[in-house]
């Protein structure tokens, strides 16, 4: 039953009353969220337009056609018998990880699981036909024909969102997989007639949070107006781009091993601004602190389980084990709130940015064209958002209001930039097309 509304007024003063107190950083948080959770909602009862014949026909191409009856689609079956014969086990089920575990092992396949990085390794001829079953396997399960049925209605795929559903502040999903959609699916993402999508995303939101955050104007000079891994290479930090992509993920997950390992002490000696500040959160983590976001956003403390393992390496009759065990867990502790700040803080700017552009968005006439009647009444006739995956969105727009969006687009980002960041010299570029249907 709904509370007694002085009731409910007054926990609103009261909450109110703190945020007037607190920090203008918390407040503007506060502010976002709501926000994030109000576009969410908006975002659900508007659709992302989807075009179901050119998803069954993508769908019958991949995985060849469904039988009348059900059951699994005809190239499956033919990559699946393909694996059994080159395995010489007729019956094997490639959805059982134990069994086809067990007959990868008695075709002298020695692995210790099935997952795509280590079966990568291996040289037998079953294996190429095995991997492409499990991403067929993963879309007929994921996005076929059932989850069209149950999440494509109308011509709108409407997905549950989670606003601020991971602890960083990220999204999440609880329906419909908005934030795990194939590539291969972006060409059923189609504008309604006389209308277009607006696509765009930024490119390396985190890194460039992670240069403005922590204040690093060398990082800051790499990135400006360009591609920021492009921007190592020419600066001789890096040899490729590649190895510059490798060296700056290296560095926000705390990467030791491997690449990484080798290139991220390049990065501390050209950014040491931007790397001492992952180092100090990594390092907070490790001791068993907590690490705020730009706007005040704290990570989980410490589990009673962590800081159990510790106490016990630091007993008297601890043993070897004891003190390794403590100290890895230690270590995943320190990966985690050094990529937690940076992670944060962009979901932060992300949630600004929808704000920025659906403000943007309002101040916009309605069309003079087509209305689209799938996306409901209060979307039909506006430019509104209707996709969000982290730091990328989608707009259905009115074709004679597409060029005034994606306009909308930019200058929220770059509003957002001084909001979070004032004056400091960075820009955040998009990669933003105006087009008829999202496929890349």
């Known amino acids: 039953m709904p509370g007694d509304p002085a009731d409910v007024r007054a926990e609103f003063d009261r909450q109110r009353a703190i945020l007037d107190a607190a920090d203008g950083r918390l407040r503007l948080l506060t502010v976002a969220e709501s926000t994030g959770a109000l576009i969410a909602a908006e975002m659900r009862s508007a659709g992302l337009p989807w075009d179901v014949p050119a998803h069954e026909q993508m769908l019958a191409e991949t995985l060849g056609e469904r039988p009348p009856g059900g059951g699994t689609p005809s190239i499956m079956v033919q990559r699946a018998d393909e694996v059994r014969q080159l395995l010489g086990d007729p019956t094997v089920s ?18 210790e699981s099935t997952s795509k990085w280590e079966l990568e390794e291996q040289t037998h001829p079953a294996i190429e036909p095995l991997l492409e079953y499990k991403k067929l396997s993963r879309l007929y399960s994921a996005n076929a024909w059932a989850w069209l049925s149950e999440w494509v209605r109308d011509g709108r795929f409407r997905p549950v969102y989670v606003p601020g559903g991971v602890v960083t502040g990220r999204w999440a999903s609880s ?18 007639p006389g209308w277009r999508l607006i696509v765009a995303d930024v490119a ?8 403005a955050m922590s204040g690093d104007l060398a990082m800051a000079d790499a990135a400006r107006g360009q591609d920021l891994y492009s921007g190592l290479v020419d600066r001789g930090i890096v040899a490729t781009r590649q190895e510059a992509k490798i060296a700056v993920l290296g560095a926000m997950y705390g990467s030791t091993t491997g690449e990484a390992g080798r290139l991220v002490p390049r990065l501390r000696r050209a950014f040491p601004q931007a790397m001492a500040m992952v180092d100090d959160a990594a390092q907070t983590g490790e001791d068993g ?34 003190e390794q065990r403590a ?25 600004a940015w929808l704000a920025e552009i659906r403000r943007g968005l309002a101040a916009l006439p309605e069309t003079t064209g087509q209305k689209t009647e799938p996306s409901g009444a209060a979307f039909q006739a506006v430019p509104h958002l209707a996709f969000f ?23 929220a980002a770059a509003r957002v930039a001084t909001l979070l960041f004032g004056t400091f010299p960075l820009d955040f570029p998009l990669d933003l097309k105006i087009a008829e249907n999202a496929g890349k």
């Open 327 to 351: 100290r890895r867990s230690a270590r995943d502790r320190g990966r985690f709130t050094r990529n937690f700040i940076v992670q944060g803080t962009a979901a932060e700017w992300a949630l």
């Open 289 to 322: 602190g907590i690490v705020s976001t730009l706007l005040g956003r704290s990570s989980p403390p410490a589990s009673d389980e962590w800081t159990a393992v510790q106490r016990a390496a630091t007993d008297a009759d601890a043993d070897s084990s004891s």
């Open 94 to 111: 490639l959805d059982s990880q134990p069994k086809l575990l067990r007959a990868l092992h008695r075709a002298g396949i020695m692995v």
């Open 175 to 192: 329906g419909g997989g908005a934030l795990q959609i194939p590539r291969a699916l972006r060409t059923a993402v189609r504008a309604a």
């Open 204 to 211: 390396q939101l985190e890194p460039r949070v992670l240069a």
């Open 389 to 411: 995956l982290h730091d990328e969105v989608i707009l259905h727009v009115p074709g004679d209001l597409a060029d005034a969006a994606a306009d909308v687009v930019r200058q």
